[in-house]
């Protein structure tokens, strides 16, 4: 079993008498510096001056310069995109961090790959919530929680663990669980899943959509039938209900069979290879050089890879059917 840490494992004091800059007033950033100023923690905000600091002030919160925030904090959440956060911690945030401050990441990234060097009398810990912003903070203004991981990286102060489960409680984190893990772990999973699992179901998804109407399926019917349904979502709350193999109990007997039959086929040894070979660029820091290169260059292979996406025949299929998408989004909400 993973260790797994609710509220009564997480103890807020330790954050009195410390201030938290929230870099950053994004999708995380600002349902983490509400859920922490609810909780009682002295929040300040990091931000550029734009749109994102008028609204982190019309919040009420104290909005200084990045630079100026990590100076007058002890306990810095890095809350940026994380392909930004280099450039700003170097120029920004590395030069005002000092023994006994705390370096908080919502993403293993930056430091697994050694984008981001903290200095060795610094905290270095995650709490990375396995939710999107907006849940983050309607989930806790309904007295609910959410899944977070939480890893320590460095512990100089030897007080580096008490403050991120401290840090996963104010957020909510830990009403439902706090599972510990590691930078590289959270990094492996995050990556894995939008390489592997995404891309893969991704692509079944077209084939599917391609492979139906080249057999004389109507393309809108097929991309209904694919999720436009709501259909999809409701397998999906199945198997959190009932669980990952036991939903399959819901379907019809023919479903069951097909479903449970023809599994194997799905995972030929080709495949494995090419899951073998996303796992080995992760491991190697591979990918993450790519996508560095890639960056410096101006992201010109994933503007021509958006191109090519839009210009699939499901993309002039889901804009036909708009209104039955704009219906039923209000109705799953
Ligand atoms: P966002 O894209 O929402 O971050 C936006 C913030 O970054 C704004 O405050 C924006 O300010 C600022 N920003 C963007 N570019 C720059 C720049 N060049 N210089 C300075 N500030 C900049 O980030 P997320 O909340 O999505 O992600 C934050 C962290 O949380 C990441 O580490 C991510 O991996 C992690 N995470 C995200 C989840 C999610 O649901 N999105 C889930 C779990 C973890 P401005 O525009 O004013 O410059």
Not at 61 to 75: D, G, H, N, S, Y
Not at 147 to 166: F, G, K, M, W, Y
Not at 274 to 292: C, K
Request: hydrophobic fraction near 45%; glycine fraction near 8%; aromatic fraction near 8%.
């Amino acid at each position: 079993m993973p260790t797994i840490y609710h509220d009564k494992d997480a103890d807020m004091t330790v954050l009195r008498g410390r201030t938290v800059a929230v870099i950053g007033y994004g999708n995380q950033g600002r349902a983490q510096a509400l859920n922490m100023r609810d909780s009682g923690v002295q929040v300040i905000v990091g931000n550029v001056d734009d749109d994102y600091k008028a609204a982190a002030a019309g919040d009420g919160f104290t909005v200084l310069p990045i630079a100026e925030a990590a100076k007058a904090a002890q306990i810095v959440v890095l809350l940026l995109p994380d392909e930004i956060q280099p450039a700003v911690y170097n120029e920004q945030l590395g030069p005002h961090l000092g023994g006994g401050d705390t370096l908080c990441f919502a993403s293993g990234y930056n430091i697994h790959y050694r984008q981001i060097v903290p200095p060795a009398d610094v905290d270095v810990i995650l709490v990375a919530p396995r939710m999107i912003g907006q849940a983050v903070r309607n989930l806790y203004a309904q007295g609910r929680g959410f899944p977070c991981l939480v890893a320590v990286q460095q512990d100089a102060s030897t007080r580096a663990l008490p403050t991120a489960l401290a840090v996963a409680k104010a957020i909510g984190a830990t009403r439902l669980g706090a599972f510990r893990s590691s930078f590289e772990e959270e990094t492996l999973i995050d990556l894995f899943a939008e390489q592997m699992l995404w891309p893969g179901i991704l692509q079944l998804c077209l084939l599917y959509h391609e492979k139906l109407v080249a057999n004389g399926c109507d393309p809108d019917v097929v991309t209904n039938e694919l999720y436009l349904s709501g259909e999809f979502v409701e397998i999906a709350k199945a198997m959190i209900t009932c669980g990952f193999f036991e939903q399959l109990r819901l379907h019809s007997h023919t479903s069951q069979y097909g479903q449970l039959s023809r599994a194997n086929r799905m995972a030929p040894p080709a495949l494995l290879e090419v899951v073998d070979g996303v796992m080995g660029e992760l491991r190697s820091g591979a990918f993450a050089r790519e996508w560095a290169a890639e960056q410096a260059q101006g992201l010109p292979t994933l503007k021509r890879l958006w191109r090519e996406a839009s210009q699939h025949p499901m993309a002039a299929s889901e804009k036909r059917l708009e209104l039955l998408r704009t219906t039923m989004a209000n109705w799953i909400g």
